[in-house]
């Protein structure tokens, strides 16, 4: 019987979900673009038209998971106003959250090597969700006196790092580690100490 092409929806769209899917199980270097094909039900043929090559396609994967990872970060922001300190907090849970629930896109956006200054608008959207971390930072700094302010810039990139961590190493079942103690309640503490240490929030805070 002949093979049945792909005739509906969105095929460009289609292999990126198919990636996603190969992503979580094989890794963003562990599959060919025919099997993304195949799992879309198309020619590898048909990639060709969308995708120069599986580097194109993870970095669509990249660019979306950015832009659903920048939308939760902006949601939980504004629902933790008009506390600073919870829509900081809030922005941390987010990301914990949604690399449990988009494992693809988070592999994608973290650990195919893919550069964010690969596309123009991959650069974009992971800009867009970089700089909702930078308010969330900003809006605590004025807590305190100017002259005695760290850059927003830096501790906020020290949260995303530390976020990173702990999705890595106990968010995500990685073999071989377990907590005992939340992956929330790791980075909620974490995030207090250091917090506390740079002076932005008091010990009742």
């Not at 195949?38 to 979306?64: C, M, N, W």
């Not at 914990?96 to 974009?124: C, D, K, W």
């Not at 971390?133 to 605590?140: K, P």
Request: aromatic content about 8%.
């Amino acid at each position: 019987m002949a093979k049945r092409g792909y005739h509906h929806g969105n095929l460009r769209q289609a292999l990126v979900e198919a990636a996603l899917r190969l992503t979580e199980v094989k890794g963003p270097a562990g599959f060919t673009l025919s099997e993304a094909a195949k799992q879309a039900g198309v020619t590898p043929a048909a990639v060709y038209r969308h995708f120069a090559g599986r580097d194109d396609l993870i970095a669509e994967a990249s660019r979306q998971g950015y832009a659903i990872f920048a939308d939760v970060m902006e949601a939980a922001f504004d629902h933790g106003q008009p506390s600073a300190l919870a829509s900081f907090k809030a922005t941390g849970r987010a990301y914990l959250a949604f690399a449990r629930q988009h494992p693809g896109h988070y592999i994608a956006m973290f650990e195919s090597g893919i550069p964010v200054n690969r596309t123009p608008e991959l650069a974009q959207e992971a800009k867009r969700a970089r700089a909702i971390m930078d308010r969330a930072a900003d809006a605590l700094c004025h807590r305190i006196a100017a002259d005695k302010r760290p850059p927003a810039a830096m501790f906020s990139a020290h949260i995303w790092a530390m976020s990173h961590g702990v999705v890595e190493l106990f968010a995500r079942n990685s073999p071989g580690i377990t907590s005992p103690f939340a992956a929330e309640d790791l980075l909620e503490s974490g995030i207090a100490i250091y917090l506390r240490g740079l002076g932005l929030i008091t010990a009742d805070d």
